[in-house]
């Protein structure tokens, strides 16, 4: 109960007087005089001595040492004569054979003479294209084959009927020549030009040597690698390996760049037997640890040459070197030559190679022509050459100028799609659609956006720029002329390039016709002969080009004027298109 509580008033407490000073005990009276107090001595000597630091033993006193000021007296303890030669350079283990090498003598007289007349001599200055020498190879000729059947090669059943089903009845010459040999389990080299079959030659031999291991199960890794410089090249293997490997229960997968992975990796899980892709996405899911390749025992480089050529050689080398040890090794490409001979020598042993005679003239089915033009002739040409043909393939060297070639021939009226390394896949699987499906009659390329496309029935192959040595040459005239069809390869070279377009057509042992334009001046050498004297200036001293004082002139631009000039042009209405000429 509250009310019961003990009250806590203050004023009800007892008077106290706590603090009254008069109940304190008595005391003395306190001083305050400091004279009172004990005399105090301040003398630092009164002070007890308990911690006088003297007292110490001075067991650190450097008081104490011995002083000498004579240098004499001090001990020669750093004479270098003294001192213990175990160090002695001479002295080594010659291990990497050091001492067979003369005494080197660091006298100014015996240094290197910097006589600029002493030197080697070095190639000049101005640039030519190192040919390579072509590896020995088997060769075999289009005779030796007719009227033979895959199965006589040693193909399954099986997979000569999918080959007929495809329209490969018998085989072609670089199919005959290496064939054998991949399904003895030999390492093979051969060489064979685009459209020349040589997916098959590598395809069927490769799901026949699968089908006669172990069966499948389920997330197994893959057995087989297919590596393409491009997409397009590596889609048109699949599709082309395939319905082979339907044939003995075996699944591809593309393991390309430029798509989501995500599809990819899925089907990895779920195993595969054969992965088929490029260097960069398949070192990508390596890295990554969605493929394996220790179970790799077939590996097929196709386009061996292009691999060296975009740079891919190291990363070939470091994905090969993944696959399993002791495993038969299948390098194709339209060209033999020394840039392979590194992968060569490292991956295959005692391999088989082989090529086809007379390949580059292709048994007569490929017209090889050349037209000198002016630059003002160039889209002249160039629509007489399309005007009339259902389907043709212009090659040119830069994006830019395949993007602006494609857009001067659709105003021109003619149907043309760009298909370059600037555009998506997305894109450039749709132009390619185009092309096929006949919305357009004209794809204009470049050179590594064109590597192993396959157009069917391409009358034409039309190179607007010249080709940089005579492989880019083949490569692109291995658009036409495929699988024994007849074809034309139409080049416009510049009247100064003629002595280049004639050594390339050398090096690649084509014999072209050489024809001009009607109205043309009569060709002559005088126009090589002043490209040579304005390339024999050294660069330095040649000049930039452009408007600028002492540049050389104005710039030329190969595909017609800049992109802003066009354009301010057509809101003008100032451009006109160029109509094709009536023969």
Do not use: W
Request: with cysteine.
């Amino acid at each position: 109960d509250r009310d019961n509580r003990r009250s806590f008033n203050r004023d009800d407490r007892g008077g106290r007087d706590r603090f009254d000073r008069q109940d304190r005990a008595d005391r003395g009276p306190r001083s305050y005089d400091r004279n009172d107090r004990d005399d105090r001595s301040f003398n630092r000597d009164d002070r007890k001595p308990s911690y006088n630091r003297d007292d110490r033993k001075s067991s650190y006193n450097r008081d104490d040492r011995q002083r000498s000021s004579s240098r004499d007296d001090r001990q020669s303890s750093f004479n270098r004569d003294d001192r213990k030669p175990s160090y002695d350079r001479d002295d080594r283990l010659r291990s990497y054979g050091r001492s067979d090498r003369p005494q080197r003598s660091f006298g100014r007289d015996d240094r290197r003479s910097h006589d600029r007349d002493d030197r080697a001599e070095t190639k000049p200055y101005r640039h030519e294209p190192e040919v390579h020498e072509r590896l020995e190879a088997r060769t075999v000729a289009p005779d030796e084959v007719a009227g033979m059947g895959f199965t006589d090669l040693g193909v399954d059943q099986r997979l000569s009927a999918v080959l007929a089903d495809m329209g490969a009845v018998e085989p072609f010459p670089i199919q005959a020549a290496t064939i054998p040999d991949a399904l003895a389990g030999r390492d093979v080299l051969g060489r064979g030009r685009t459209g020349s079959g040589k997916t098959i030659a590598f395809g069927a031999p490769l799901v026949q040597v699968l089908g006669q291991t172990r069966k499948r199960s389920q997330g197994r890794s893959p057995r087989a690698l297919i590596l393409a410089p491009t997409r397009e090249l590596a889609q048109q293997i699949d599709r082309t390996v395939q319905p082979l490997a339907k044939a003995f229960g075996q699944f591809t997968v593309q393991v390309i760049g430029g798509v989501r992975q995500d599809r990819q990796v899925s089907k990895l899980r779920r195993g595969a037997d054969i992965v088929v892709g490029t260097p960069g996405r398949v070192e990508d899911l390596v890295e990554q640890g969605f493929l394996d390749l220790s179970q790799v025992s077939v590996t097929v480089l196709d386009e061996a040459d292009l691999m060296c050529e975009f740079g891919f050689l190291e990363p070939v080398q470091r994905i090969l070197r993944l696959c399993a040890d002791q495993g038969q090794r299948l390098l194709f490409s339209a060209t033999l030559d020394k840039q392979v001979e590194a992968l060569v020598k490292e991956f295959l042993t005692d391999p088989a190679t082989s090529q086809v005679a007379d390949e580059d003239q292709s048994d007569g089915t490929i017209d090889h022509r050349t037209i000198v033009i002016t630059p003002q002739q160039r889209s002249e040409v160039l629509l007489d050459l399309l005007a009339s043909t259902p389907r043709a393939l212009v090659f040119t060297k830069t994006r830019i100028g395949a993007e602006v070639l494609a857009e001067d021939l659709g105003a021109a009226g003619v149907k043309a799609a760009a298909l370059h390394g600037n555009l998506t896949q997305g894109a450039r699987n749709r132009n390619l659609a185009k092309l096929a499906s006949g919305q357009a009659a004209v794809l204009v390329a470049t050179d590594v956006a064109a590597r192993g496309i396959h157009l069917d029935d391409v009358e034409i192959v039309v190179q607007a720029d010249l080709p940089n040595d005579h492989k880019t040459y083949m490569h692109r005239a291995g658009r036409t002329g495929r699988a024994g069809r007849d074809g034309v390869v139409v080049t416009l070279v510049p009247r100064n390039r003629r002595r280049t377009m004639a050594k390339i057509l050398d090096q690649a042992s084509i014999v072209a016709s050489e024809s001009v334009p009607e109205g043309s001046p009569e060709l002559s050498d005088a126009d090589d002969e002043q490209r040579s004297k304005r390339h024999s200036k050294p660069r330095h001293l040649r000049g930039p080009g452009g408007p600028k004082r002492h540049s050389g002139g104005p710039r030329r631009y190969e595909h017609g004027p800049k992109r802003q000039d066009r354009d301010r042009g057509e809101r003008r209405g100032e451009r006109k298109a160029p109509q094709p000429t009536a023969d």
